[in-house]
Every structure is written in C-alpha cells, then in structure tokens.
C-alpha cells in the first residue's frame, strides 16, 4: 500500500509540478490594461470620496451654523418676551398702587378728623376707643 502511494506522489509531481519550475508565467497584455484601468478606476473613486467627505463636512457645518443661529433667535425672542411681561406688569401695577396710596392718606385723615372731633365729644371718643381707633 506504501509502494502505491510512493509511486502515485512521484507521478503527481512529475506531472503537476515538474513542468516549469522557476519561470514566471506570462502576462497577456489584456491583464496589464486592466490593471492599469482598475488603478484609475481607484484613484477616481478616492477622488470621489475625498468630495463627498468635503461636502458632508460642509453641510454639517451650514447645519451647525444655522442650529446655533436657531438658539440665538429663540433665546432673544424669550428675553424680549420676558422684558415685555415685566414692564407690562410694572406699567399695569402703577394706577393700582398710586390709588391705594391715595386711599391710605385719605384714611389716615379721616382718622386724624375722628381723633380731633373725639377730643369734643365724649360718645364719640368711647366709640371710637371699643372699635381700638383711639
């Protein structure tokens, strides 16, 4: 069984391997315009990538650009929104508390009439000292 396959190796060699040992084989010519169309090919598609990595670049900063100026109309319109709530208030405040002012000085006068024509009467000055005015 050795013997056979001692004999099957030595023939496969012959056959297989023996046969132009140590030449390089011949390239068509076919084969080298290929080549040099697949290199082309390689170098336009690098091209290809470099621009549509330039122009991803670009649109990411336009988009940039335009979220940040976004931000800036949106905060600028809430501060401006802020201000007016402010000075809408201060402004619709200002009538009341000039009013209650007038009515705390008319009080008080009132009080000052009552206390000096209590100081004449003596009911009034009672009244006026059960209601703690006096």
């Not at 011949?26 to 122009?55: C, N, Y």
Request: proline share 4%; charged share 30%; net charge neutral.
């Amino acid at each position: 069984m050795t013997r056979k396959w001692l004999l099957g190796g030595a023939l496969w060699l012959l056959l297989c391997g023996g046969a132009g040992v140590g030449q390089a084989p011949p390239v068509p010519t076919d084969v080298a315009e290929r080549l040099a169309r697949l290199e082309e090919g390689q170098h336009s598609l690098d091209k290809r990538l470099d621009d549509f990595r330039a122009d991803v670049n670009r649109r990411f900063d336009e988009l940039r650009d335009f979220i940040i100026w976004g931000f800036g109309v949106t905060f600028a319109g809430m501060f401006t929104l802020i201000g007016f709530v402010l000075w809408d208030r201060r402004t619709a405040l200002a009538p009341a508390v000039r009013r209650a002012d007038e009515l705390h000085e008319r009080e008080q006068r009132l009080e000052a009439a009552l206390r000096d024509y209590a100081a004449h009467t003596p009911g009034l000055a009672e009244s006026l000292r059960k209601a703690g005015l006096l």
